[in-house]
């Protein structure tokens, strides 16, 4: 059954992403034709803290199968690419000091451009684990220095060969009449994707 990602719950969406990332027939990518194996995992902004803990059980359980996550937090990776520049302890002192934000982002756009700094940290992880799954989290907190779809586009060329699956707080939409949209929280229109899939729509005969 296709579970609707508007009521989804943490228990539901655990369930389902157990069951897809168990079967080769998803990992090996079956059934996609020539399409970037990207998924997107959209779910209510309000269970936010409970799809971490669904992100960490998902990678304790599928481990113990040796079904190997690599699990990328872009919050967690922002940081780290922050502390290697040396600049990490500068951010946080503007962070208070600067009188528009807009100047924060404009820094951190420049800092966290994805195609220069951050596709090639996240290629650089890849690089250095043989995994079977690789999940991205953290979109929203990271919102709105880096931008989903930019991540997603600058990363298609980069991770062809394993699923991809990116946990989005909001509502992703794909139709003909209208395109497609990742509509982050539920609110704030995030430019188009067109090449990803729901992950909701993926059924495991």
């Avoid at 079967?23 to 936010?48: D, M």
């Amino acid at each position: 059954m296709i579970l609707s990602q508007l009521n989804i719950s943490a228990e539901q969406c655990f369930e389902h992403l157990l069951k897809v990332i168990e079967s080769e027939r998803f990992r090996e990518k079956k059934g996609l034709g020539n399409e970037v194996p990207f998924f997107i995992c959209p779910y209510p902004p309000q269970i936010n803290l409970e799809i971490e803990k669904v992100v960490h059980q998902l990678c304790t359980t599928l481990e113990g199968q040796k079904i190997i996550i690599l699990n990328i937090n872009l919050y967690d990776l922002v940081i780290e690419l922050l502390q290697e520049r040396g600049i990490w302890e500068q951010v946080l002192e503007l962070e208070s000091s600067l009188p528009s934000k807009t100047q924060l982002l404009e820094l951190f756009q420049s800092v966290l451009d994805p195609e220069n700094h951050l596709i090639p940290a996240i290629t650089n992880k890849m690089e250095n684990i043989n995994f079977d799954v690789m999940f991205l989290s953290g979109v929203g907190e990271v919102f709105p220095y880096i931008r989903s779809h930019n991540v997603l586009n600058n990363l298609q060329s980069k991770a062809k060969n394993q699923p991809t699956i990116m946990f989005f707080p909001g509502v992703y939409t794909h139709s003909l009449s209208s395109g497609a949209s990742l509509d982050l929280f539920d609110r704030l229109h995030d430019d188009k994707y067109y090449r990803a899939f729901n992950i909701f729509d993926y059924e495991v005969d």
